[in-house]
């Protein structure tokens, strides 16, 4: 059978009669075709003899999951629309795909990543010939040519019955998945489902994950991971691939508030704080109560700077006590970023103190990078974007990974 013939000869015309429903899985289901993701599949999932083509199944339920459907028996909707799609699949035949790609265990998981990677770089490069590169990493006002960037994030789904693997968390009951999303283009890399106890600074998790995401892309890279997800463990590795023959890597990964930083934060004057910037590359500034009546004066003594940002590296590497992060890569380098805390914050008693609320992250971009990128703001700006990553996790859930559609997962 031929898995991708159904779209020979289809047309789109106005004046017909009668209604298609759900025509849009035509385009996903046509995506999955040119891009080489069906016969990928077809490839790394062994068919039956006179069965059903089990790429074309596997790519079948995933339009269907991205269309909406919540359990696998939404998968007839397509199968109700023969004269579009041809033969289609039963659900029973699904489940049966499902059985046997899950009896091939790794091997077959493996086999499958390879053909989705493949067929991303297909897309991937279509793109690039087109438009001459991927979109840009937007950094505040400006924009990072060159650098796929990869967002590491962990996030919790609801699971409303006892499914494999759900378990209580501190949101409720369910899973707590961990994903690898590229900000380039707004798309998942890579992603593990997990218990729903899992944590989230799970060094293990987060290593492998990035390892299937850098599998897929193999560019300069940069890659950030929130406070939660950080881990000794983490950045080693990032270190390590940063050193590696062929690569560029850069990461930001989030910090702990601990008792040196605290100390070390006591310590700077406050000349060595620098300002702030937004998503418009402008000052993260506020007016001030006794500010004149000209809303847009440049008085200085009018407007109140609500976000600083400075470099902790050094009194902590050569502070009166020495080196204190012996421990991590000598090319990392901590931050640290203030700002007035918004109403209903929840502060530790060192920040209540002085009345700011204190963020702290490390990178190993060199101290010596010229232009904007080596600007305090900026570095602080390319880090902070990493909250994009919860536009793809909200995405992956309307698409799938809000519903996780097997009561099992092996």
């Known amino acids: 059978m031929n898995a991708t013939g159904w779209s020979r000869g289809l047309d789109v015309t106005g004046g017909g009669t009668g209604v298609v429903s759900h025509a849009g899985l035509v385009l996903l289901r046509q995506l999955a075709d040119r891009t080489g993701l069906t016969s990928g599949l077809s490839a790394a999932l062994p068919s039956p003899l006179g069965g059903h083509d089990r790429g074309r199944v596997f790519a079948d339920l995933a339009c269907s999951i991205a269309d909406g459907a919540r359990v696998i028996s939404d998968f007839r909707v397509m199968g109700d629309q023969r004269g579009l799609f041809g033969l289609v699949a039963s659900v029973p035949t699904v489940w049966r795909a499902l059985k046997e790609a899950a009896g091939g265990g790794d091997r077959v998981r493996r086999k499958v990543t390879a053909a989705v990677n493949t067929a991303r770089r297909h897309a991937w490069a279509r793109v690039i010939a087109r438009h001459g590169g991927l979109p840009p990493v937007r950094v505040a006002d400006r924009r990072l040519e060159g650098v796929t960037c990869i967002r590491l994030d962990a996030t919790v789904v609801t699971a409303h019955s006892d499914k494999e693997l759900a378990e209580p968390n501190f949101k409720g009951y369910g899973h707590h998945p961990i994903i690898a999303a590229c900000d380039n283009v707004a798309e998942p890399l890579a992603w593990m489902l997990r218990p729903g106890s899992a944590g989230s600074n799970t060094a293990s998790d987060h290593l492998r994950l990035l390892g299937e995401a ?3 892309l193999r560019r300069k890279l940069m890659v950030t991971c929130d406070g939660a997800g950080a881990s000794h463990a983490l950045v080693k590795e990032l270190d390590r691939l940063a050193g590696r023959h062929g690569y560029q890597l850069t990461y930001s990964v989030g910090w702990e508030l601990g008792a040196r930083e605290r100390t070390a934060i006591s310590k700077v004057p406050e000349t060595a704080w620098e300002p702030a910037i937004d998503g418009k590359g402008e000052v993260r500034e506020r ?15 009018c407007w109140i700077e609500e976000a600083h940002v400075t470099e902790l590296t050094g009194l902590l590497r050569e502070g009166p006590g020495g080196d204190q992060l012996s421990a991590w890569p000598k090319a990392m380098r901590v931050f640290a970023r ?8 929840q502060l530790t008693l060192f920040e209540a103190e002085d009345g700011w609320r204190y963020s702290l992250w490390v ?8 232009g904007w990128l080596g600007q305090c703001a900026y570095i602080d700006a390319a880090h902070r974007v990493h909250a994009r990553v919860e536009d793809v996790i909200r995405t992956g859930k309307d698409t799938g990974l809000g519903t996780c559609h097997l009561m099992t997962t092996g």
């Open 338 to 345: 203030r700002e007035r805390p918004h109403p209903g914050a």
């Open 363 to 370: 990178t190993n971009r060199p101290a010596d990078t010229r």
């Open 214 to 216: 850098i599998a897929a």
């Open 287 to 301: 007016r001030a109560g006794d500010a004149c009546g000209n809303p847009c004066c440049a008085h200085c003594e």
